[in-house]
């Protein structure tokens, strides 16, 4: 398994000053890269969230050290309001969301995210609870599968996928993700360097785990929990996340005074980051603070 490397620490930091003290929030803790960053920076307590349990495993013992200053919840982010309930927490002084996939998730064996090798269908982040993708591609009709494809994977030849995989599973269930890759790479042909299933894989992803759907509540959410100082950032890896975060923000900014854009541009990374960690090469990040 490749070393974690947490994308845009650098700017994460700059952003959400952790160095003054407080509350912070990291809403999708994965295994503790930017919690750990932030607490080491100054950060007096920490809450991070999470719905991959083997992440959680892995974020408490990288954050060990810091002992009681740490707390780590098994859920959604979209329900950080509601853990922030549970403790009595009212205001919190800054929160960071990674809304991408963890390395964990990707290079782990048997979650099925990667087309790196042939393995069963999961892609599941939180693997205690919903379907599959091996269930939902064998149950969904063709219409909903040429939907979810061109939606959330942006394939051009999403219709000819969806027939595709319908007519593969009438012969048999595909479970394996090399399966729906050779299945894919049939349909849609290879052209540049992107594997032609790469676009499909990250629509199965977004659809199995809903991550699009309660954006923009979860964002106004949380902001609603800053105090006035207090900053969220986000971090995203493609333009169908991209997009809600822009929009959301630019709408709080513009209601009143009540907050303040830290990015207006999404700030990409810098040359020696991709160089150092690949994976950062598509990640954006948007900051906003409240001042009122």
Known sequence: MSIHVPVKTTEVLAALQPERGGLYVDCTVGLGGHARALLEAGATRLVGVDRDQAALSRAGEALAEFGG?????????????????????EAIDGAVADLGVSSLQLDGEGRGFSFQRDEGLDMRMDTSRGPTAADLLNEASERELADVVFRYGEERRSRAV???????????????????????????????????????????????????????????????????????????????????????????????????????????????????????????????????
């Open 69 to 89: 200053r740490v707390e780590l919840v098994h859920g959604d982010y979209r329900d950080v309001p509601r853990f922030l309930d549970a403790r009595g927490i």
């Open 162 to 292: 969806a027939r595709a995989i319908v007519a593969a599973r009438r012969a048999s269930p595909i479970r394996t993700t090399g399966q729906l890759a050779g299945i894919v790479r049939r349909v849609v042909g290879r052209s540049g360097r992107i594997d032609p299933a790469t676009r499909t894989f990250q629509a199965v992803r977004i659809w199995v785990n809903g991550e699009l759907e309660g954006l923009d509540t979860f964002l106004r959410a949380v902001c609603g929990r800053l105090r006035a100082g207090a900053r969220f950032a986000v971090v995203t890896f493609h333009s169908l996340e991209d997009r809600p975060v822009k929009h959301t923000f630019r709408a709080l900014a513009g209601d009143a005074g009540a907050y303040r854009l830290l990015t207006k541009k999404s700030v990409v990374p810098a040359d020696e980051e991709t160089r150092s960690n690949p994976r950062a090469r598509s990640a954006r990040l948007r900051a906003i603070e409240r001042v009122g």
